[in-house]
């Protein structure tokens, strides 16, 4: 396979005038500019609905859409909103998101949007749900939780409806029908721009990673309507949580809180449910990106109720059963593994029989010679990075780097000083003999950790509200990428045109395991 570059971008990042980046015009005008820069993808975080701290990672579905994404514009080109409600919607200024302001003006549009487009969509819509049939719960669990006030399903006052029992199910959708045709209408909106924008890209010969978090939320359509699936006991709450054990991030680890799965009931039942999810994202990406791939060979487990992921234990996860049964129903996707964090030798040899390729971190990789992830120690089925969505920007990194750290760089990369090592470190990084390159945006902006997008291990403090300011995407800046992927042999020599591909959501699937 061909070398290639690409750039990690969130989406909710893309510069924009209504306070968080869309799926509309900005979106187009990045896939403008990765072509021009010589750019073969664009590597983006969960598309799903934001969850606690508004982590794409934590999220109330596996499979929906963010509805904050929605562009406001096209909606308006549609006949849903009209000119005066897209214009009271801006945001003046760049600054950081503000998502409970985001929320709150986009609630109110979609209803506006769903009041007016309801009637003469349904049939389309219809067409949807019977594509999508994941969208059923997802629209009378948010119209549910909404009803409750907000709450996570373990504390609706219906047991039989926490129970996910038939009958309950078929009568609160009767009850809430308003409000569950409205999660319906959202998400065909969502599935709609997305098909637009995923062809636009296509066109332009720019190909998407997805995301794709190992875990799903407590507090998610997922996990409500078959918890058959996680450790859970008999009220539903988890016996055990996920996170990861005391790390270069955090001496106290990562507790994430997600409930576990129950890897024997999955396996018993042909990993079904992950066929689902799979398939269910096939559709939008072109690769995907396997979120914390060691889990896959084992997970570290943290008693339900603890504090800190200090106390936990390494439990094993389905290995190669699952994997081959993934890679063998998706033989046309291609999957890519998040290797990081403490490796051990089974998450080793699962990588190697798994065939995809590991992950390389250049912040990582200056303590010495025998770092595996300096470039002379990349192997060629790798992705290297200058660093990623929860890793500080190169200047960041630069400034906050421990002495030793900087002056290996300093030797290793044959240059001093802060600009110098940043912009070495991305020579670096393209000429490594790893097959795929990818860079956050904010390293070749040249920007500080006022461009970081997450900090691990924490909540808040501005985690996942970046927002590029308008004008990033300069020719400049463009020809500069171009050049430097040009000259270590990632660069196209013509983009492809990827839309006679056929979409992946669209193609007639096997019957699925479980469902």
């Known amino acids: 396979m061909a070398r290639s570059a690409g750039i990690l971008l969130p989406v909710f990042s893309l510069p924009s005038e209504f306070g968080i980046g ?5 979106a187009r005008e990045f896939l403008d500019f990765l072509r021009d820069a010589g750019q073969s993808w664009w590597q983006m975080l969960p598309l799903t609905p934001g969850g606690g701290g508004n982590s794409p990672y934590s999220s109330v579905s596996s499979f929906a859409g963010n509805p904050l994404l929605l562009d406001l514009p096209l909606l308006r080109e549609d006949g849903l909103l009209t000119a005066a409600e897209v214009e009271n919607a801006r945001v003046p200024g760049h600054a950081a998101i503000d998502y409970g302001a985001v929320l709150a003006s986009r609630e109110r549009l979609l209803r506006a949007a769903f009041r007016r487009g309801w009637v003469q969509d349904e049939p389309r819509v219809a067409a949807f749900r019977a594509r999508c049939p994941w969208v059923e719960d997802y629209a009378l669990y948010l119209a549910a939780k909404g009803h409750f006030g907000g709450k996570c399903w373990l504390d609706w006052p219906d047991e039989a409806l926490r129970d996910h029992a038939a009958e309950a199910v078929e009568a609160w959708r009767e009850k809430l029908s308003e409000d569950v045709n409205f999660h319906l209408y959202v998400q065909y909106l969502f599935d709609r721009q997305w098909a637009a924008l995923k062809a636009y890209a296509g066109k332009r010969g720019v190909r998407i990673i997805g995301d794709l978090p190992i875990y799903v939320s407590l507090d998610s359509a997922d996990v409500w309507s078959e918890r058959q699936f996680f450790r859970l006991d008999e009220k539903g709450y988890p016996v055990e949580v996920a996170g990861v054990p005391p790390d270069y991030f955090s001496e106290d680890g990562q507790l994430w809180g997600n409930p576990l799965y129950d890897w024997d009931r999955m396996r018993a039942d042909g990993f079904g449910w992950w066929i689902r999810r799979i398939g269910g994202n096939t559709g939008r990406y072109d690769a995907i990106r396997i979120d914390h791939f060691r889990a896959f060979a084992a997970g570290w487990c943290v008693p339900y109720g603890e504090k800190t ?35 051990t030798p089974d998450v080793a040899q699962l990588l190697k029989d798994s065939r995809m390729p590991g992950m390389r971190v250049l912040e990582f990789a200056f303590s010495d010679p025998e770092n595996a992830y300096l470039p002379h120690n990349c192997p060629e089925n790798a992705l290297c990075y200058t660093g990623t969505h929860d890793n500080d920007t190169l200047h960041g990194w630069y400034r906050t780097a421990r002495p030793e750290e900087i002056a290996f760089a300093e030797k290793y990369l044959n240059v001093t000083g802060e600009d110098a090592v940043c912009e070495a470190v991305l020579r670096a990084g393209q000429g490594s003999v790893a097959r795929y390159f990818i860079a956050q945006l904010q390293d070749y902006l040249g920007l500080g950790s006022e461009g970081r997008v997450n900090v691990p291990g924490t909540v808040g403090d501005g985690n996942w509200s970046f927002r590029l300011p308008e004008g990033a995407f300069t020719e400049e800046l463009a020809e500069r990428i171009r050049a430097l992927t040009a000259l270590y042999g990632r660069c196209p020599e013509e983009p492809e045109d990827l839309t006679a591909a056929p979409e992946a959501d669209t193609i007639a699937m096997e019957p699925v395991p479980g469902k």
Do not use: H, I, K
């Open 22 to 26: 869309s799926l509309g015009a900005e």
């Open 309 to 343: 992921a200090r106390n936990g234990v390494w439990r094993p996860g389905p290995g190669m059963d699952l994997v081959g049964v993934l890679t063998s129903w998706f033989s046309g996707t291609e999957f890519l593994a998040e290797d990081l964090g403490l490796q």
